[in-house]
């Protein structure tokens, strides 16, 4: 196995409770005690929190985060810190800037000031709060899969040095208040090419296990355009593209690069939605963690509980365990401790 100098290989999952705003039971903020312990005795380290900031916010007032919310998150601290596990806590939506569409946001993370002065003040306050917490127990990533900037797509609304100029000014104000907060950077085009300028800042830099998406998001309703073929793995696209495993370490090889000149790499998400017949999730997904612990990298399935989980996730095609009123995926579970 290769190793990093920077990184452990860090190798667990995203719990969803702070995702989006609350919807009843859903997304309501209040992390299990039960999910850390079930992580940690399946032998797994990390947990990933992706967070929307209208959490924290209230009416108009957007420089006031809400302590009730807050304390949530100390909570998934605490337990991280009771269970072994290492916390990394995220900005899914950050001010002007969202992966997802589903809400308009008042301004733009790469263009307006306003907006990356809100995301920093976030930040200085999440600084502030978990300083003293070691950087092996908490780590901050920063913002969650800038989309294709304008070097790749020439529609885009920004660039790659808009990028890293929101990058570097977050990582100024969190070192203002904790020199030593371990911070993640997720790489362009959705977390799927990296940031080599940012080499020189001392962040980890965070790709994604998604590829290819016909694959991965095989039938989700919320990704346009996707075609409705059940896929095999390997796969070869309409377009003759051909993704099988020496695909995949092509694709890994440029984060690997990274690594080599001492920046710390992690994947922060990946996995398949539920409707990927399972025999191809489990093919697919032998290959892309074979080679992400080729290369030393660790990761974070999406999600611990639901459609891309191993409890829960609703597929057809498996048969489950019942695990403490849970319904649970064995057999990706046992995928996963392989790697």
């Known amino acids: 196995m290769a190793e990093q100098r920077v990184l452990p290989r860090w190798r667990g999952f995203n719990l969803l409770e702070m995702f989006l705003q609350p919807e009843g039971d859903r997304y309501d903020g209040m992390f299990r005690e039960d999910d850390f312990k079930w992580i940690a005795d399946w032998g797994f380290d990390f947990v990933r929190i992706p967070m929307t900031y209208a959490r924290f916010i209230e009416g108009d007032d957007l420089w006031t985060m809400r302590e009730d919310e807050l304390a949530k998150v100390d909570r998934a601290v605490e337990f991280g810190d009771r269970y072994g596990i290492h916390v990394c806590l995220n900005l899914h939506r950050a001010p002007g800037y ?199 990298i660790g990761y974070a399935l999406w999600c611990f509980r639901g459609s891309f989980g191993i409890l829960d996730s609703g597929r057809e095609d498996v048969q489950y365990e019942d695990w403490h009123g849970h319904k649970l995926d064995r057999e990706l579970l046992k995928l996963l401790q392989r790697y």
């Open 98 to 296: 969202c992966v997802n569409n589903s809400r308009q946001e008042p301004f733009n993370l790469w263009r307006d000031k306003e907006a990356v002065d809100l995301f920093c003040h976030y930040w200085r306050i999440f600084a502030r709060r978990y300083k003293g917490v070691a950087a092996d127990r908490l780590s901050f990533n920063l913002v969650n899969e800038p989309k294709e900037p304008r070097e790749v797509n020439p529609r885009s609304d920004f660039s790659e040095s808009d990028y890293e100029r929101v990058v570097r000014s977050a990582v100024a104000a969190i070192r203002e208040v904790d020199p030593d907060r371990l911070i993640i950077a997720d790489g362009t085009c959705f977390g799927n090419r990296p940031m080599p300028q940012l080499s020189d800042l001392g962040v980890v830099q965070s790709c994604r296990a998604y590829l290819p998406m016909q694959i991965s998001h095989y039938l989700a309703d919320w990704v346009r355009g996707m075609a409705r073929v059940e896929p095999e793995w390997p796969l070869t696209l309409p377009s003759g593209e051909r993704w099988d495993r020496e695909a995949l370490v092509r694709h890994y090889s440029q984060w690997a690069a990274l690594t080599e000149k001492g920046v710390g790499v992690h994947c922060g998400e990946g996995g398949a939605f539920s409707r990927t017949p399972h025999r191809v999730v489990l093919d697919w997904f032998t290959d892309v963690l074979s080679v992400l612990t080729e290369f030393g």
